[in-house]
């Protein structure tokens, strides 16, 4: 929906800046990119320049140095693209403060179950609640110029969600797999391909990456075991080897389990790639 927002939000501001007899064979007829977005034609959208869409909640975005592009409406969701002046992080920081002041509260299953490698922290949306909407949001640097780019989604969900409130809520244990922490890229490295799931039953999960570096398996290794430690893991010191290094991680989880993780890097011989790997296990309770 937020890369469709783009489309519907260019195409619009195209469309209104020109007359229609003057419209050059480079502007998106309006109805066109409508029927790309919802082809069945079942549920109607909504494309607002300039402004938020009329569901959209009006506390969902700080008042001040927020410039809206516009915005689109439907299927259940409106979303908001915005420009601010502030760079990524401070832009994201901004906003999760004043979403936290309107009422919004951090969706405790989408952080549990989130985690693993990602290119830059400011991709992961962050998805937040209040009573039974769910907001998410991304900050993206803007290419070429100054500031951030702001995405935001406020939905309600006809079923179940990250926000639905239900008697399995509360430890990490009732939630089935160990969760994971965000691990980002190094600085100036790639990312190619990245992924998460399970492999050992409700007691193990496993993040892996594959990234495009110069940098030796040690220095990425020391990189990602960093990130371990401020999350709170106990790091073993590594075992390396040629193209290789692998670290032993512990922790406690919610309910005063032992967590138990490796931390894999291996380099791929005659290349300048990298896989890297998190597993963590725990043991799982007798049924």
Sequence with gaps: MRASAIILLWASAAVAELPAQQQTSDAIPRDLVVALIDRYGSRPVDIVVGRSPRSFPNDALPREDVRILGGIEGHGSATVVADVSEQAEA????????????????????ERMGGGFVESRTQRPSVLCRANAVLAYTVRERQGTAGSRLHVTVSHPDGHSPCTPGPDRGGEARFGSPS?????????VRMLGSGQGGGGGAGSREASARLETSQSAAAVGEH????????????SPPVQGDGIAVYRAQKQDEDNRQL????????????????????????????
């Design 91 to 110: 832009a994201g920081a901004r906003v999760a403060a004043h979403l936290e002041r309107t009422g919004w509260r951090r969706a405790e299953e989408f």
């Design 180 to 188: 994971l922490p965000v691990l980002e890229a190094p600085p100036g």
């Design 224 to 235: 990602y075991a960093g990130l371990l430690r401020r999350a709170g893991w106990t790091m």
């Design 260 to 287: 138990t993780g490796a931390l894999i890097v291996l380099g791929v011989p005659g290349t300048q790639q990298m896989d890297v790997a998190f597993r963590v296990a725990r043991a799982e309770r007798p049924r």
